[in-house]
Protein backbone atom coordinates (compact mmCIF):
# COMPACT_ATOMS: atom_id res chain seq x y z
CA UNK A 1 0.00 0.00 0.00
CA UNK A 2 2.12 3.66 -1.01
CA UNK A 3 0.71 6.66 0.58
CA UNK A 4 -0.52 9.89 -2.36
CA UNK A 5 0.87 13.13 -1.21
CA UNK A 6 -0.51 16.05 -3.09
CA UNK A 7 2.41 19.15 -3.61
CA UNK A 8 0.73 22.29 -3.59
CA UNK A 9 3.92 24.03 -4.95
CA UNK A 10 3.36 21.30 -7.99
CA UNK A 11 -0.24 22.19 -8.46
CA UNK A 12 0.44 25.70 -8.59
CA UNK A 13 3.30 25.19 -11.18
CA UNK A 14 0.67 23.52 -13.44
CA UNK A 15 -1.92 26.57 -13.28
CA UNK A 16 0.49 28.49 -14.44
CA UNK A 17 2.09 27.02 -17.42
CA UNK A 18 -2.08 26.24 -18.10
CA UNK A 19 -3.13 29.38 -17.31
CA UNK A 20 -3.29 31.04 -21.33
CA UNK A 21 -5.65 27.70 -22.29
CA UNK A 22 -7.75 28.09 -18.85
CA UNK A 23 -8.25 31.67 -19.51
CA UNK A 24 -9.08 31.09 -23.37
CA UNK A 25 -12.03 28.10 -22.38
CA UNK A 26 -13.28 30.98 -19.78
CA UNK A 27 -13.74 33.80 -21.89
CA UNK A 28 -15.60 30.96 -24.54
CA UNK A 29 -17.97 29.76 -22.77
CA UNK A 30 -18.51 33.64 -20.93
CA UNK A 31 -19.55 34.78 -24.75
CA UNK A 32 -21.58 31.84 -25.98
CA UNK A 33 -23.55 32.62 -23.09
CA UNK A 34 -24.05 36.25 -23.73
CA UNK A 35 -24.90 35.58 -27.26
CA UNK A 36 -27.37 33.00 -26.49
CA UNK A 37 -28.93 34.98 -24.19
CA UNK A 38 -29.42 38.34 -26.73
CA UNK A 39 -30.82 35.38 -29.59
CA UNK A 40 -33.16 33.83 -27.48
CA UNK A 41 -36.62 35.36 -26.58
CA UNK A 42 -37.45 35.48 -23.04
CA UNK A 43 -40.04 33.50 -21.57
CA UNK A 44 -42.21 34.27 -18.89
CA UNK A 45 -44.47 32.08 -16.15
CA UNK A 46 -48.03 32.40 -15.03
CA UNK A 47 -49.22 30.16 -12.13
CA UNK A 48 -52.15 29.08 -10.34
CA UNK A 49 -52.38 26.53 -8.13
CA UNK A 50 -55.84 24.26 -7.97
CA UNK A 51 -56.93 22.45 -4.88
CA UNK A 52 -58.51 18.65 -6.06
CA UNK A 53 -61.15 18.11 -3.93
CA UNK A 54 -62.43 14.14 -3.73
CA UNK A 55 -65.54 13.94 -5.09
CA UNK A 56 -67.99 12.94 -1.32
CA UNK A 57 -71.14 10.94 -3.68
CA UNK A 58 -72.92 10.70 -6.86
CA UNK A 59 -73.20 14.56 -6.71
CA UNK A 60 -70.02 14.99 -7.52
CA UNK A 61 -69.30 11.73 -9.23
CA UNK A 62 -66.09 12.20 -11.32
CA UNK A 63 -64.04 8.67 -10.53
CA UNK A 64 -66.74 8.29 -7.86
CA UNK A 65 -65.48 4.54 -7.84
CA UNK A 66 -62.09 5.89 -6.34
CA UNK A 67 -62.19 5.88 -2.58
CA UNK A 68 -62.28 8.71 -0.90
CA UNK A 69 -59.67 10.36 1.84
CA UNK A 70 -56.74 7.94 0.99
CA UNK A 71 -53.74 9.86 -0.30
CA UNK A 72 -53.63 7.21 -3.35
CA UNK A 73 -56.89 8.61 -4.25
CA UNK A 74 -55.88 12.13 -4.03
CA UNK A 75 -53.19 11.05 -6.43
CA UNK A 76 -55.40 9.59 -8.57
CA UNK A 77 -57.61 12.61 -8.91
CA UNK A 78 -54.23 14.76 -9.24
CA UNK A 79 -53.27 12.43 -12.34
CA UNK A 80 -56.75 12.68 -13.94
CA UNK A 81 -57.18 16.32 -13.52
CA UNK A 82 -53.64 16.71 -15.27
CA UNK A 83 -54.77 15.19 -18.06
CA UNK A 84 -57.78 16.63 -18.70
CA UNK A 85 -56.09 20.17 -18.12
CA UNK A 86 -53.39 18.77 -20.91
CA UNK A 87 -56.24 17.27 -22.73
CA UNK A 88 -56.85 18.36 -26.68
CA UNK A 89 -60.39 20.23 -26.00
CA UNK A 90 -59.18 22.16 -23.12
CA UNK A 91 -55.90 23.25 -24.67
CA UNK A 92 -57.66 24.28 -28.51
CA UNK A 93 -60.32 26.16 -26.48
CA UNK A 94 -57.59 27.81 -24.55
CA UNK A 95 -55.94 28.24 -28.01
CA UNK A 96 -59.07 29.61 -29.86
CA UNK A 97 -60.21 31.72 -26.84
CA UNK A 98 -56.63 34.00 -26.75
CA UNK A 99 -55.68 33.70 -30.75
CA UNK A 100 -52.49 32.20 -29.64
CA UNK A 101 -50.11 32.47 -32.42
CA UNK A 102 -52.31 35.05 -34.71
CA UNK A 103 -50.18 38.54 -35.48
CA UNK A 104 -52.33 40.86 -36.90
CA UNK A 105 -49.27 42.57 -38.89
CA UNK A 106 -48.55 38.95 -40.47
CA UNK A 107 -52.10 37.73 -41.95
CA UNK A 108 -49.61 34.54 -43.05
CA UNK A 109 -49.62 33.27 -39.10
CA UNK A 110 -51.97 30.82 -37.92
CA UNK A 111 -53.01 29.50 -34.45
CA UNK A 112 -50.66 27.57 -32.54
CA UNK A 113 -50.81 23.75 -32.83
CA UNK A 114 -51.39 21.89 -30.10
CA UNK A 115 -48.75 19.98 -30.03
CA UNK A 116 -47.19 22.91 -29.87
CA UNK A 117 -48.52 24.90 -26.87
CA UNK A 118 -49.36 22.04 -24.70
CA UNK A 119 -45.50 21.85 -23.92
CA UNK A 120 -45.67 25.10 -22.42
CA UNK A 121 -48.05 23.51 -19.77
CA UNK A 122 -46.19 22.04 -16.50
CA UNK A 123 -48.56 20.21 -13.94
CA UNK A 124 -46.99 19.72 -10.69
CA UNK A 125 -48.56 18.08 -7.08
CA UNK A 126 -47.71 19.87 -4.29
CA UNK A 127 -46.37 17.30 -1.99
CA UNK A 128 -48.27 15.91 0.86
CA UNK A 129 -51.32 18.64 0.01
CA UNK A 130 -54.34 18.58 -1.72
CA UNK A 131 -52.84 21.39 -4.20
CA UNK A 132 -51.91 21.01 -8.07
CA UNK A 133 -49.70 23.75 -9.06
CA UNK A 134 -50.29 24.77 -13.08
CA UNK A 135 -47.78 26.77 -14.83
CA UNK A 136 -47.62 28.17 -18.52
CA UNK A 137 -45.08 29.73 -20.31
CA UNK A 138 -45.11 32.72 -22.20
CA UNK A 139 -43.65 35.14 -24.64
CA UNK A 140 -44.47 38.18 -22.27
CA UNK A 141 -45.91 38.29 -18.30
CA UNK A 142 -49.06 39.21 -19.28
CA UNK A 143 -49.52 36.34 -21.79
CA UNK A 144 -48.59 34.11 -19.59
CA UNK A 145 -50.87 34.88 -16.80
CA UNK A 146 -53.77 35.35 -19.08
CA UNK A 147 -53.34 31.94 -20.67
CA UNK A 148 -52.62 30.44 -17.37
CA UNK A 149 -56.18 31.74 -16.51
CA UNK A 150 -58.10 31.24 -19.31
CA UNK A 151 -56.19 27.28 -19.41
CA UNK A 152 -57.86 27.07 -15.82
CA UNK A 153 -61.32 28.61 -16.34
CA UNK A 154 -61.60 25.77 -19.47
CA UNK A 155 -60.60 23.08 -17.30
CA UNK A 156 -63.12 24.00 -14.76
CA UNK A 157 -65.63 24.17 -17.38
CA UNK A 158 -64.94 20.91 -19.35
CA UNK A 159 -64.49 19.13 -15.56
CA UNK A 160 -68.25 20.58 -14.82
CA UNK A 161 -69.21 19.28 -18.12
CA UNK A 162 -68.31 15.82 -17.42
CA UNK A 163 -69.68 15.69 -13.64
CA UNK A 164 -73.18 17.26 -15.62
CA UNK A 165 -72.82 14.20 -18.11
CA UNK A 166 -72.21 11.11 -15.57
CA UNK A 167 -74.92 12.58 -13.13
CA UNK A 168 -77.25 12.29 -16.59
CA UNK A 169 -76.34 8.76 -17.03
CA UNK A 170 -76.49 7.90 -13.15
CA UNK A 171 -80.10 9.74 -12.96
CA UNK A 172 -81.67 7.93 -16.32
CA UNK A 173 -80.16 5.08 -14.98
CA UNK A 174 -81.68 4.77 -11.54
CA UNK A 175 -84.90 6.82 -12.39
CA UNK A 176 -85.53 3.46 -15.23
CA UNK A 177 -84.26 1.17 -12.17
CA UNK A 178 -87.22 3.10 -10.04
CA UNK A 179 -89.87 2.56 -12.54
CA UNK A 180 -89.36 -1.00 -13.07
CA UNK A 181 -89.17 -1.43 -9.38
CA UNK A 182 -92.35 0.32 -8.98
CA UNK A 183 -94.05 -1.56 -11.92
CA UNK A 184 -92.36 -5.04 -9.56
CA UNK A 185 -94.05 -3.22 -6.57
CA UNK A 186 -97.60 -2.55 -7.93
CA UNK A 187 -97.65 -6.28 -9.56
CA UNK A 188 -96.47 -7.85 -5.83
CA UNK A 189 -99.18 -5.95 -4.10
CA UNK A 190 -101.99 -6.82 -6.68
CA UNK A 191 -100.82 -10.51 -6.45
CA UNK A 192 -101.21 -10.20 -2.77
CA UNK A 193 -104.47 -8.48 -2.68
CA UNK A 194 -105.75 -11.19 -4.74
CA UNK A 195 -104.15 -13.79 -2.39
CA UNK A 196 -105.56 -12.15 0.74
CA UNK A 197 -109.41 -11.95 -1.15
CA UNK A 198 -108.88 -15.65 -2.65
CA UNK A 199 -107.82 -16.97 1.28
CA UNK A 200 -109.72 -14.53 3.03
CA UNK A 201 -107.44 -13.28 4.64
CA UNK A 202 -106.88 -9.40 7.01
CA UNK A 203 -104.14 -8.08 7.30
CA UNK A 204 -102.96 -8.05 11.09
CA UNK A 205 -103.44 -4.19 11.96
CA UNK A 206 -106.78 -4.33 9.91
CA UNK A 207 -107.98 -7.57 11.55
CA UNK A 208 -106.70 -6.22 15.26
CA UNK A 209 -108.58 -2.79 14.47
CA UNK A 210 -111.62 -4.34 13.16
CA UNK A 211 -111.41 -6.41 16.51
CA UNK A 212 -110.75 -3.28 19.02
CA UNK A 213 -113.81 -1.32 16.86
CA UNK A 214 -116.02 -4.06 17.61
CA UNK A 215 -115.14 -4.53 21.34
CA UNK A 216 -115.44 -0.75 21.13
CA UNK A 217 -119.18 -1.17 20.29
CA UNK A 218 -120.33 -4.10 22.35
CA UNK A 219 -119.16 -2.31 25.18
CA UNK A 220 -120.72 1.19 24.33
CA UNK A 221 -124.13 -1.20 23.08
CA UNK A 222 -123.66 -2.78 26.46
CA UNK A 223 -123.75 0.95 28.30
CA UNK A 224 -126.85 2.27 26.70
CA UNK A 225 -128.60 -1.39 27.40
CA UNK A 226 -127.47 -1.09 31.10
CA UNK A 227 -128.72 2.88 31.24
CA UNK A 228 -132.14 1.90 29.35
CA UNK A 229 -132.64 -1.29 31.82
CA UNK A 230 -132.12 1.11 34.43
CA UNK A 231 -134.80 3.65 33.02
CA UNK A 232 -137.06 1.50 32.29
CA UNK A 233 -137.22 -0.07 36.23
CA UNK A 234 -137.46 2.72 37.63
CA UNK A 235 -140.60 4.30 35.40
CA UNK A 236 -141.96 0.61 36.24
CA UNK A 237 -141.62 1.11 40.02
CA UNK A 238 -143.02 4.78 39.69
CA UNK A 239 -146.12 3.15 37.46
CA UNK A 240 -146.76 0.85 39.81
CA UNK A 241 -146.34 3.11 42.88
CA UNK A 242 -149.05 5.47 40.96
CA UNK A 243 -151.49 2.99 40.21
CA UNK A 244 -151.83 1.96 43.99
CA UNK A 245 -153.62 5.31 44.40
CA UNK A 246 -155.58 5.28 41.32
CA UNK A 247 -159.13 3.72 40.84
CA UNK A 248 -158.74 -0.25 40.33
CA UNK A 249 -158.21 -1.49 37.39
CA UNK A 250 -156.90 -4.95 35.48
CA UNK A 251 -155.34 -4.94 32.49
CA UNK A 252 -153.80 -7.93 31.25
CA UNK A 253 -150.86 -8.41 28.04
CA UNK A 254 -152.71 -9.39 25.46
CA UNK A 255 -151.09 -12.32 22.96
CA UNK A 256 -150.44 -9.83 20.31
CA UNK A 257 -148.24 -7.82 22.86
CA UNK A 258 -145.97 -10.79 24.14
CA UNK A 259 -145.25 -11.23 20.33
CA UNK A 260 -144.48 -8.18 19.90
CA UNK A 261 -142.02 -7.65 22.82
CA UNK A 262 -141.02 -11.35 21.79
CA UNK A 263 -140.17 -10.31 18.35
CA UNK A 264 -138.59 -7.00 19.69
CA UNK A 265 -136.41 -8.74 21.98
CA UNK A 266 -135.04 -10.57 19.03
CA UNK A 267 -133.98 -8.21 17.07
CA UNK A 268 -132.41 -6.27 19.55
CA UNK A 269 -130.25 -9.04 20.38
CA UNK A 270 -129.71 -9.72 15.90
CA UNK A 271 -128.79 -5.98 15.94
CA UNK A 272 -126.00 -6.12 18.91
CA UNK A 273 -124.30 -9.25 17.02
CA UNK A 274 -124.10 -7.36 13.57
CA UNK A 275 -122.78 -4.51 15.14
CA UNK A 276 -119.89 -6.19 16.20
CA UNK A 277 -119.73 -7.53 12.75
CA UNK A 278 -120.45 -3.99 10.47
CA UNK A 279 -120.80 -0.55 10.86
CA UNK A 280 -124.41 1.53 11.18
CA UNK A 281 -124.52 1.89 7.68
CA UNK A 282 -124.76 -1.61 6.47
CA UNK A 283 -127.45 -2.82 4.67
CA UNK A 284 -128.33 -5.60 7.21
CA UNK A 285 -127.64 -3.38 10.25
CA UNK A 286 -130.10 -0.54 8.49
CA UNK A 287 -132.80 -3.41 8.06
CA UNK A 288 -132.91 -4.89 11.46
CA UNK A 289 -133.25 -0.73 12.90
CA UNK A 290 -136.07 -0.68 10.33
CA UNK A 291 -138.05 -3.67 12.06
CA UNK A 292 -137.13 -2.33 15.19
CA UNK A 293 -138.99 0.61 14.85
CA UNK A 294 -141.44 -0.79 12.83
CA UNK A 295 -141.95 -3.28 15.93
CA UNK A 296 -142.01 -0.34 18.32
CA UNK A 297 -144.85 1.72 16.35
CA UNK A 298 -147.01 -1.83 16.41
CA UNK A 299 -146.39 -2.73 20.07
CA UNK A 300 -147.35 0.99 20.99
CA UNK A 301 -150.17 1.30 18.75
CA UNK A 302 -151.32 -2.23 20.06
CA UNK A 303 -150.86 -1.02 23.89
CA UNK A 304 -153.29 2.34 23.16
CA UNK A 305 -155.32 0.27 21.58
CA UNK A 306 -155.91 -1.83 24.41
CA UNK A 307 -156.04 0.38 26.58
CA UNK A 308 -158.75 2.32 25.78
CA UNK A 309 -160.61 -0.68 24.71
CA UNK A 310 -160.34 -1.66 28.57
CA UNK A 311 -159.76 0.75 30.88
CA UNK A 312 -162.18 3.60 31.81
CA UNK A 313 -162.14 6.41 29.99
CA UNK A 314 -163.25 8.44 33.01
CA UNK A 315 -159.70 8.56 34.25
CA UNK A 316 -156.93 9.10 32.13
CA UNK A 317 -153.63 9.28 34.68
CA UNK A 318 -155.05 5.24 35.43
CA UNK A 319 -154.66 4.79 31.65
CA UNK A 320 -151.89 6.38 31.12
CA UNK A 321 -149.94 4.24 34.04
CA UNK A 322 -151.45 1.12 32.77
CA UNK A 323 -149.62 2.21 28.73
CA UNK A 324 -146.25 2.79 30.70
CA UNK A 325 -146.61 -0.22 32.81
CA UNK A 326 -147.43 -2.33 29.75
CA UNK A 327 -144.42 -1.24 27.70
Not at 175 to 186: C, I, P, Q, S
Not at 219 to 230: C, D, G, H, K, P
Request: charged fraction near 25%; aromatic fraction near 4%.
Amino acid sequence: MHDTTLDLRQIWKTLRKRRSLIGKTFLTFVALAVVISFLIPPTYEGELLLRVKQPKGLANSLLGDITGGSPMATKQLMSTYAEILKSRMVVEQTIETNKIGLDPADPKKELTKYDSFVTRITTQPVRDTEILRVKVTAPSATEAQVWTNSLVDHFLGRVTTLAREEQSVVREFVGERLKEARRELERAEGALAEYKVTQKIAAPADETKAIVDRLSSANQLAAQNEVAMAAAQGKLASARRQLGSQSPGFLADGPLIQQYKAKLAELELELAKLRQLYTDKHPRVLTVQASIAETKLRLANEVSRIVNAESPAANPVHVGLLQARIQ
